[in-house]
């Protein structure tokens, strides 16, 4: 039945979150033939799919057999669009985180996402920072100690990470669609289409001295990377062709600041560990002839 509906190998169709969901349509549908076969049964499955979570929530809610579970289900489930939902939720929501840091701080941790869009001359690339109480500490030891502030110091990381990711692009073209191909190419700096960085961790430690810094986060983008080769046919000549590159991955920065050289912050030097997948499209007419003529 998994394999007939395209499921996965995990889903449970026996499930009650997944049950709750299909069986009152489902059952008016049974016969002795199979039940995957029945439209009404593969509909209802994908809806289950959609709902599983919230659908879990509701189930694990009746099954404690009391109201508060049910009540906190209601409320992560809310929309927050709704005016009403936002009056209530702004006053009754103190009380309520309050009581969670009473049971237990890690609780009380929370993300507001702050966004920047950077400017590189004609180019540019987003940045989305997801800031919980690890990064607040960060953003408030940069802004009390090195008298700056934390957006400024993400954007400096970010436009070095863009900078490195793009070099990284450009050394990965050179060898062509195969690191076995006979051929180098001449590989223009490729071009942001479009590129976000999000920073989702930071720490960072001091000794009284010299201030360590790990961001971490991720990177989602396309560039367009302008490829040339020696023309075959015509010695002397050039031959170029152009090609999309996606790239996504995780990303680790390092960098030590000295408090003694405030006026320098800027002028560090950032180390980058990524686990980046770069995968340029060699489909295009012109990118296929450019290579196969050598």
């Known amino acids: 039945m998994k394999l007939a509906l395209d499921l996965p190998e995990k889903f449970d169709v026996q499930g009650p979150e997944n049950l709750a969901v299909i069986c009152g349509r489902c059952n008016r549908s049974k016969s002795n033939k199979d039940l995957h076969r029945k439209l009404a049964f ?30 906190l289900a209601s409320a992560s489930a809310a929309d927050l669009g709704d005016s009403a939902t936002q009056d209530t939720f702004s006053t009754f929501a103190p009380g309520l985180v309050q009581r969670f840091a009473m049971l237990d701080e890690g609780l009380v941790d929370y993300v507001s996402p702050a966004n920047l869009r950077v400017s590189r001359g004609w ?27 934390f957006i400024q110091l993400i954007e400096d990381v970010s436009s070095d990470l863009v900078d490195y990711t793009i070099e990284k692009t450009r050394g990965h073209l050179v060898i062509g669609p195969d690191e076995s191909f006979a051929h180098e190419f001449a590989v223009d700096t490729p071009v942001i289409q479009h590129m976000e960085v999000t920073v989702d961790d930071a720490e960072v430690t001091w000794d009284g001295e010299l201030v360590n810094f790990e961001i971490c986060g991720s990177l989602d983008g396309r560039v367009i990377a302008h490829v040339t080769g020696d ?53 295009t007419n012109s990118i296929e002839r450019l290579f196969d003529d050598f």
């Open 231 to 283: 023309d075959p046919d015509e010695p002397g000549a050039l031959r170029d062709a152009q090609t999309d590159v996606a790239i996504y991955g995780a990303f680790r920065s390092k960098f030590v600041l000295s408090l003694e050289e405030q006026d320098e912050v800027l002028n560090y030097d950032i180390h980058h560990e990524d686990k980046f997948v770069l995968d340029p499209d060699w489909s």
């Open 42 to 71: 593969a509909e209802q499955v994908d809806k289950s799919i959609a709902r599983a979570d919230d659908v879990v929530l509701i189930v694990e809610s009746m099954r404690n057999g009391h109201g508060l579970s049910a009540s």
């Open 123 to 149: 180019e540019g690339y987003d940045v989305r920072v997801l800031i919980n109480n690890r990064l607040r500490f960060v953003q408030s030891f940069v802004r009390v100690m090195l008298d700056r502030e």
